[in-house]
C-alpha cells in the first residue's frame, strides 16, 4: 500500500517508465487484437496486468510516497492519448465517436492506423529521440469534447490496488505546437491559435481526476526547451494564457489536484521565467541536459516545488552521483534561501531505456556494472532523494558511482590507438566524391534505368519462418551452414519476387539481419547487444538499441557475401545495403566519454571499408541509410549547424571512398525535411529516397524551393501502416511529385523497409507501385 503524503510533492520520483512490458506483452497483445485473434477484455486485461506489475515492482524500488508513480501507460502513444481525450478527430476520418460521444480503442487505433479509405495521422519524430509520435491535426472547424476518460480509469485501476499514482497528459501548449494544420485548414492557420477551446477540455479532465482522488497530475511541456517555428515571444504568451486557466483554479477537492509542469529534453531557456510565473505548484527541469539555474533564475521559482531531473532517462550510462549531488547542493542553498522544495527525478521519461540490467547476464559483468536501465535510474533517483535529507546515508553508493565511472576509462577495448590514429589522420580529400555531373553520366551507361525507376527501400517481411530459424539458430538447433541456405531461398524468393514484379533495381531483402543497426552491432568491435533489451520505437514497433561502449572498426566484410549471392541471381543492379554512421548512432545507446563525432567517424571509416569491399564484389549500387539524420539534431538552433557538419562529413567519409561509377543512394524517414535541405544535399548522395506518402508529398515542396538537383524518391506507399495503396493513389502522388522535381530525377520507392509488413499486402502494393510507374512513364512519354 502507497504511503500518503497529501499536497507535497514526493522526494523521489520518475517522469515515465518503459509501458510495452518486459517482454513485450503489450506489443503481443495489441497485434493479436488488430489481427482479430483476441477480445477488447483479452487486450485490456494483458493492459491492466503491465500496468499492475509496474506499480508493483517501482513501490519495490522505492517509489512508495503518494503520486511518485507516474501514470504513462499508453495503449500506442502519448500525443494520440491525448488528442482522443480532446476528440481532436480530422474531419476524413467521418464520425468516429460512438453515440455517447466517446472515442473507444477501435477508433483510437484507426488513427493510428488508417483504414481502406483513409491514411492514418502523420508520425514524426519525438523532440530528439529515436520514439516516433502522431501528429494531430487541427483546423479552425475542429471539434473539442472530452471523448475519453481512459487517464481517469487507469488512476482508478491503480487506486483499487493501493496506490497513488500522477496522472500524465500532454500539455495544452505542446499539443498544439506538435500538431499540424488539418486538410482545408487556411493557409495562415496555426493550431496553437485554438489554445483557448482545448483549455476546457483539459480543465474538465483535471477537475475529473480530482474527484477521483489524484492529488498530483504531470503536464508534459517538452515543446518549451525546443526552437521551434513559432515564435519564443507567442510561445511565452502561450504558457502565461494555458496556467492561468489551467492553475487559476484552487486546488481542492472539487477544484483540480495540484500540477506538475515537466519540460523534459533541453533547458528551458528564455522560457523559464515564464514557466516560473505561472501558477503551477511544482516544475520538472531537465537538469542533465540543461544547465542549473542561477541563483537569480532560482528565485522566481519562490514557493515552487523544484522536481529535478539530475538522472539521464534517455541514455544507459550509470550516473555520476557526486556530480548529480553537486547540482542538488546548489538547488537545496537556493531552497534555503527562496523558500523552494527540492525533489529528485529524471530528466526525461525512461521508457527510451529497458526495463532492467540486470536480466542482462550475458553482457560482460564490467560493461554490465557501467549501464543503468530504467529500474537501475529509479534506484539512483532515490539514492539521491535520500542525499537530500541524509547525505551520509548516501555516500557509500556515491563512492562506489565514481569508482566504477574511473574504471571504465581504463577498461580494454575503450580506448584504442590503431583506431584513433586512423581518425587523426583523415583529410578534407577523404570527405569529398567527383562531381555529381560526372558521376551522374558515368552511371547513366553503367545501369541504363529506365525514367521513373523503381527500387524498394531494402527489407522485405520478416517472416515467422525467417524469424524462426534465427532462433533455432540461435539456440543451437541448426548449425551454421543450414541457416544460411534458409537465408539464400529466402533470398532468391525475393529476387523472383521482384523481377516479376518488374523492379528496376534489385534488393536481397535482407532476410539474415535482426534489425538495421544490430546487424551491424554485431559485427562491428566496440559494440555490445542485448537479449531484454527493447524499447518502443513507435506503437508496437520495437526495438533493442545496441551499446556502442568503445572505439569502433570492422574485423571482417559483414554485408558482402549476401549481396553477391544475390547479384548472382538478376542481371538487374542489386543494391548493397548499409546503415549509415548517424544513424547508427541514433538507435544505439552511444557511450557518453567523448564527442558524437568522433565516435560518428570510427564508424564511418567501417562503412567506408564495407563499401570498397562491395564494389570489388560487383556491386554497382550501394544504399547507406540515413533514417535518422533529423532526429539527432539538436532542439536548440545555436547547436544546430555543428551537429549537421559533423553528421553530414561522417556519411561524406563513409561514401566518398566510392567510384564514380557506383551510384550512392540513402534514405531518411519519420522528418519534416525542410528544416535539414540543405544537409541532405550536403551528403552529395547521388539518389536520396525519402519518406512523404503519409504526409502526401509535402516534401517535394521543400525540394523545388532548395532547387534539388540530385536524385531523389518521395515514398509513395506508407509501409506503416497495414492499408494497400491503390494504383491510382500512387499514381496521384506521382503526378504531384512530376508537377515539382524534374522527372529526370525522380525515383519511385516505397516509405521505408518492408520488414514489419506481411507478404500478401507488400505483394499487392508493390505492383500498383510498379504499375504506377508505368503509367506515369506513359504521360511522361505522351508529352515528350
Not at 380 to 404: C, F, G, M
Amino acid at each position: 500500500m502507497t504511503s500518503q503524503t497529501a499536497g507535497r510533492f514526493p522526494a523521489a520520483t520518475i517522469l515515465g517508465y518503459p509501458r510495452i512490458g518486459r517482454r513485450r506483452e503489450l506489443k503481443k497483445a495489441v497485434e493479436a487484437y488488430w489481427a482479430g485473434k483476441s477480445s477488447t477484455a483479452e487486450l485490456q486485461a494483458t493492459a491492466e496486468g503491465i500496468q499492475l506489475a509496474t506499480l508493483r515492482r517501482l513501490a519495490e524500488l522505492g517509489l512508495t510516497e503518494a503520486s511518485a508513480i507516474p501514470g504513462t501507460f499508453s495503449f500506442y502513444d502519448q500525443v494520440l492519448d491525448t488528442a482522443v481525450a480532446l476528440g481532436a478527430v480530422p474531419a476524413r476520418f467521418g464520425a468516429l465517436h460512438d453515440a455517447e460521444g466517446r472515442l473507444g480503442l477501435d477508433a483510437y487505433f484507426t488513427l493510428a492506423r488508417g483504414n481502406a479509405e483513409q491514411q492514418p495521422l502523420e508520425m514524426t519524430k519525438w523532440f530528439d529521440t529515436n520514439y516516433h509520435y502522431l501528429v494531430p491535426e487541427i483546423g479552425p472547424e475542429t471539434e473539442f469534447s472530452l471523448s475519453s476518460e481512459r487517464v481517469v480509469e487507469e488512476f482508478l485501476f491503480a487506486k483499487s490496488h493501493g496506490f497513488i499514482t500522477r496522472p500524465y497528459l500532454v500539455g495544452p501548449v505542446t499539443f498544439l505546437l506538435l500538431s499540424k494544420p488539418a486538410d482545408g485548414a487556411p493557409e495562415d492557420f496555426d493550431p496553437l491559435s485554438r489554445l483557448e477551446d482545448v483549455l476546457p477540455v483539459y480543465s474538465e479532465l483535471l477537475a475529473r481526476l480530482r474527484a477521483a482522488g489524484a492529488e498530483w497530475v504531470q503536464l508534459d511541456e517538452p515543446a518549451l526547451v525546443a526552437d521551434l517555428d513559432t515564435p519564443a515571444l507567442e510561445v511565452s504568451d502561450a504558457v502565461e494564457r494555458a496556467y492561468a486557466v489551467l492553475a487559476g483554479v484552487p486546488v481542492s477537492a472539487e477544484g483540480r489536484p495540484n500540477i506538475l509542469l515537466s519540460a523534459p529534453y533541453g533547458g528551458l531557456g528564455a522560457q523559464a521565467p515564464v514557466v516560473a510565473a505561472t501558477g503551477v505548484e511544482a516544475v520538472a527541469l531537465d537538469l542533465f541536459k540543461g544547465a542549473v539555474p542561477s541563483k537569480e533564475d532560482l528565485a522566481e521559482f519562490d514557493g515552487k516545488t523544484l522536481v529535478a531531473g539530475v538522472v539521464d532517462g534517455h541514455n544507459i550510462w550509470r550516473n555520476d552521483l557526486a556530480a548529480s549531488a553537486a547540482k542538488l547542493d546548489v538547488l537545496l542553498a537556493a531552497g534555503k534561501e527562496h523558500g523552494l522544495e527540492v525533489a529528485v527525478a529524471t530528466s526525461t521519461s525512461a521508457f527510451h531505456v529497458p526495463h532492467d540490467v540486470e536480466e542482462e547476464t550475458q553482457l560482460d559483468a564490467n560493461l554490465r556494472s557501467w549501464l543503468a536501465f530504467a529500474d537501475q535510474k529509479v534506484g539512483e533517483v532515490v539514492t539521491l532523494a535520500t542525499y537530500l535529507s541524509e547525505p551520509e546515508a548516501a555516500r557509500a553508493a556515491i563512492d562506489e558511482a565514481s569508482r566504477i565511472i574511473a574504471s571504465r576509462a581504463q577498461a580494454p577495448g575503450v580506448r584504442r590507438p590503431e583506431v584513433r590514429e586512423r581518425t587523426a589522420a583523415l583529410t578534407a580529400a577523404d570527405f569529398s566524391r567527383s562531381d555529381y555531373s560526372v558521376r551522374a553520366a558515368t552511371q547513366d551507361a553503367e545501369l541504363h534505368l529506365p525514367p521513373l525507376p523503381t527500387t524498394t527501400i531494402g527489407s522485405f517481411p520478416q517472416t515467422a519462418e525467417v524469424r524462426g530459424a534465427r532462433a533455432r539458430l540461435n539456440k543451437g538447433a541448426i548449425d551454421a551452414a543450414e541457416y544460411e541456405r534458409l537465408m539464400k531461398d529466402e533470398i532468391k524468393r525475393v529476387i523472383d519476387l521482384q523481377e516479376e514484379l518488374g523492379f528496376d533495381v534489385l534488393v536481397h531483402g535482407e532476410p539474415e539481419r535482426n534489425d538495421m543497426v544490430q546487424y551491424f552491432a554485431e559485427n562491428l568491435d566496440g559494440f555490445d547487444v542485448t537479449v531484454h533489451g527493447w524499447v518502443q520505437s513507435y506503437g508496437s514497433r520495437c526495438t533493442r538499441p545496441s551499446i556502442l561502449w568503445g572505439d569502433v572498426s570492422r574485423p571482417a566484410p559483414i554485408t558482402v557475401p549476401w549481396a553477391e549471392y544475390a547479384q548472382s541471381l538478376t542481371e538487374k543492379p542489386l543494391k548493397g545495403m548499409l546503415t549509415g554512421p548517424v544513424t547508427i548512432l541514433a538507435w544505439s545507446f552511444v557511450r557518453d566519454d567523448q564527442p558524437l563525432a568522433e565516435t560518428a567517424n570510427q564508424v564511418a571509416l567501417a562503412l567506408r571499408d564495407e563499401i570498397a569491399d562491395l564494389e570489388t564484389a560487383g556491386i554497382k549500387v550501394i544504399q547507406v541509410d540515413e533514417p535518422a539524420l533529423r532526429e539527432l539534431l539538436p532542439l536548440r538552433r545555436a547547436d544546430q549547424p555543428a551537429y549537421l557538419d559533423w553528421s553530414v562529413k561522417s556519411f561524406r567519409l563513409a561514401t566518398a571512398g566510392a567510384g564514380d561509377a557506383t551510384q550512392i543512394h540513402t534514405h531518411l524517414c519519420y522528418s519534416e525535411f525542410g528544416v535539414i535541405i540543405d544537409a541532405i544535399d550536403g551528403l552529395d548522395a547521388d539518389v536520396t529516397s525519402i519518406e512523404a506518402a503519409r504526409s502526401r508529398m509535402e516534401v517535394v515542396n521543400d525540394l523545388e524551393t532548395h532547387g534539388f538537383g540530385r536524385g531523389v524518391g518521395p515514398g509513395v506507399y506508407d509501409i506503416h501502416s497495414p492499408r494497400v495503396p491503390s494504383q491510382e493513389e500512387i499514381e496521384e502522388l506521382l503526378k504531384t511529385a512530376v508537377a515539382h522535381v524534374p522527372s529526370r530525377q525522380l525515383w519511385v520507392n516505397p516509405d521505408c523497409g518492408l520488414k514489419t509488413r506481411g507478404y500478401a499486402e507488400t505483394e499487392a502494393s508493390l505492383r500498383n507501385l510498379v504499375e504506377a510507374a508505368k503509367a506515369a512513364r506513359g504521360v511522361l512519354a505522351a508529352k515528350a
